[in-house]
């Protein structure tokens, strides 16, 4: 079974073994049907493919936390009609001022502000803080910002708990040496919830009060 990484898309079908799981868009909710499951009602008045609603997940949705990628990304393939066969890919490009790396687009924000702003920018962009997920996408960013700017990591429901917006997990870690301290106790700082990427020493991460301004780093796919 594969799992379709840029949900985000209109109409995503995944290149891997049958069954195939696919993803319809509504708005920020994906519902998720299968192919020939038991108990099957049909959904759609095309049932060459055989595509159906399975009773036990037709109620189920996944929420993202924004249009984001839902794993590891791997090559998505477009189509305008689930029952196409064949499946074209299309060529990837980006918004005016933002710029293409792999599967995703970045943007460095011009602006600085909280990482919560950042954040609700992003959105406001069809987008989200960056989630880095491998050393080429880290090379890539401290390329695109000479400054510190936010990223989508934060601890802020438990302390020393890292997590990325999207849920993925905190494997790949990047952060500056006695890093993240929490401030280190020190009240000057406050409580260091959110992670940016940059610091004035190096390129690595570093936590900070999620309330610092900082620019930020938004990403969706191309």
């Not at 919560?116 to 695109?144: F, H, M, W």
Request: charged content about 20%; hydrophobic content about 30%.
């Amino acid at each position: 079974m594969c799992v379709c990484v840029y949900a985000y898309l209109r109409g995503v079908v995944c290149s891997a073994l049958e069954p195939h799981v696919s993803f319809t868009p509504n708005d920020r909710s994906l519902s998720l049907v299968a192919i020939s499951p038991p108990r099957p009602n049909p959904i759609t008045g095309d049932n060459r493919n055989q595509l159906w609603a399975q009773d036990s997940i037709s109620s189920s949705v996944l929420l993202l936390p924004a249009p984001r990628l839902l794993a590891t990304k791997y090559t998505c393939l477009h189509t305008h009609s689930l029952t196409n066969t064949t499946h074209t890919k299309e060529k990837k490009t980006c918004p005016s001022r933002w710029s293409m790396f792999s599967c995703s687009c970045y943007l460095l924000s011009e602006r600085s502000g909280s990482w919560d702003e950042g954040r609700k920018d992003c959105r406001n962009k069809g987008a989200d803080l960056v989630v880095i997920e491998s050393p080429e996408e880290q090379n890539y960013l401290i390329t695109l910002t000479q400054n510190p700017a936010w990223i989508g990591l934060n601890d802020k429901e438990e302390e020393g708990k890292w997590k990325w917006i999207d849920g993925t997990p905190l494997t790949l870690k990047y952060w500056e040496s006695n890093q993240p301290d929490n401030g280190a106790g020190d009240t000057r700082w406050g409580e260091e919830d959110c992670a940016h990427i940059r610091t004035p020493a190096n390129t690595l991460w570093n936590d900070r009060s999620c309330g610092a301004s900082l620019h930020w780093v938004c990403e969706k796919m191309s």
